[in-house]
């Protein structure tokens, strides 16, 4: 009589198989576009990311949970070591949620500054994911012959959920949203 092997096993490779698969089905973001131009001697950035939300993501946005996002911009040597120190490392944080009393969707960047409303959640994730006019360095700070590039990363903050969210968002692919880091050479 032969053995057959213990179901649990199976039905939990077979749940994980499912998981890796809805996580590669699992919006993300991405960086679409970096830019750079001079302008009055400083180095600025332009940049839009396209912010694809999960589902579990924008319900949660939909029931009133503000998402917090932050966008790491570094400017670094080309040929830079790891451990190099950048010329810029600077951190811009958003948060973008639903008032329903209103019904409208708003962007603030934070620290504490004035955001804008969105009649519609595209339209509020579309704003958010621009960035214009980024004053980087004075173009004095780089070499002339020197390579350049930008390094950008926006990912979701998920230690910004509320506490009861924050277990879930831990361990579902669904929250683990992230561009990953995008290298782009800069252009003067």
């Known amino acids: 009589m032969s053995q057959r092997p213990p179901i649990a096993p199976i039905v939990a490779m077979i749940l994980a198989l499912v998981l890796l698969k809805t ?19 400083m180095l600025v950035m332009d940049a839009h990311i396209d912010y694809a939300y999960s589902r579990a993501a924008l319900k949660a946005l939909d029931n009133g949970v503000p998402l917090t996002l932050d966008v790491q911009v570094q400017l670094r040597r080309s040929d830079a070591w790891m451990w190099e120190e950048s010329l810029l490392d600077e951190h811009l944080r958003y948060v973008i949620r639903y ?6 969707y708003r962007v603030t960047r934070l620290p ?3 955001g804008r409303s969105y009649v519609t959640r595209d339209a509020a994730i579309a704003a958010l994911g621009t960035i214009e006019g980024l004053q980087l360095v004075p173009k004095a700070r780089l070499d002339a012959g020197q390579k350049y590039l930008i390094v950008l990363r926006a990912a979701l903050d998920v230690e ?11 361990l579902l692919p669904s929250w ?8 782009w050479p800069l252009k003067r």
């Open 23 to 41: 996580a590669a089905a699992v919006a993300d973001f991405a960086v679409d576009k970096v830019e750079t131009r001079l302008q009055n001697d």
């Open 99 to 104: 008032k329903p009393l209103s019904e409208r």
């Open 112 to 114: 504490g500054a004035e």
């Open 160 to 170: 910004e959920l509320p506490l009861p969210l924050r277990p879930m968002a831990y």
């Open 176 to 183: 683990k949203l992230s561009t990953g880091w995008t290298k």
